[in-house]
């Protein structure tokens, strides 16, 4: 089954969640994504059903939501209306395309790992823009060995991949009691 077919029907099964998830990176620079300057323009890369996006919209961003599953950004179009926010969708399969032209002032990516599109995020971010990114990383394999290894960060990779950017925090992999890496970070004015 092809990897959009393969998501609409994960996104077919679990329907419309119940409350809006907010990603405990974007909870924790809730004060800093705050302080960012007009236009307020953030971009959720492989948004699934867009629980991070509809968050940006509620803090009054103008948010682009992009990832190849229709129902998934259905869902998150249904989200944001329960939400009292609107959000604008792309489908698009980031496999084989590219990210939306920014620049954009916030650009976050959550459980989706594309090694091809970590520097494309952080070039289309508006001088001064945010960066929030969290995915699997080899531990992971610790707690589901038939997870695919191609998907999973090694260690340093985010610092490698964003050493462009300023960063606010990081775990990129070094604890082994950790199955995720992640960074926020900002790009220098």
Not at 74 to 86: D, F, I
Not at 129 to 134: I, R
Request: proline content about 7%; overall charge negative.
């Amino acid at each position: 089954m092809s990897g959009p077919s393969r998501w609409d029907d994960k996104y077919r099964t679990a329907g419309l969640a119940p409350a809006l998830r907010v990603e405990p990176l974007l909870k924790r620079y809730k004060n800093t994504i705050a302080q960012l300057s007009q236009p307020r323009t953030a971009l959720d890369v492989a948004a699934g059903a867009c629980h991070a996006a509809v968050y940006l919209a509620t803090q009054g961003f103008d948010v682009t939501a992009v990832d190849c599953s229709a129902v998934g950004l259905a869902l998150g179009q249904k989200l944001a209306e329960r939400e009292g926010v609107s959000i604008s969708t792309i489908e698009a399969d980031l496999g084989i395309g590219d990210l939306p032209a920014g620049p954009w002032s916030l650009v976050c990516c959550f459980l989706y790992l594309n090694r091809d599109l970590l520097g494309p995020m952080a070039a289309i971010l508006a001088p001064g823009g945010l960066l929030f990114y969290s995915t699997f990383n080899v531990h992971h394999l610790n707690k589901a060995p038939a997870f695919n290894p191609l998907y999973l960060l090694q260690p340093g990779e985010l610092a490698e991949h964003f050493s462009m950017l300023d960063v606010l925090t990081l775990s990129d992999g070094d604890d082994p009691k950790e199955n995720a890496s992640w960074i926020a970070a900002r790009r220098p004015a």
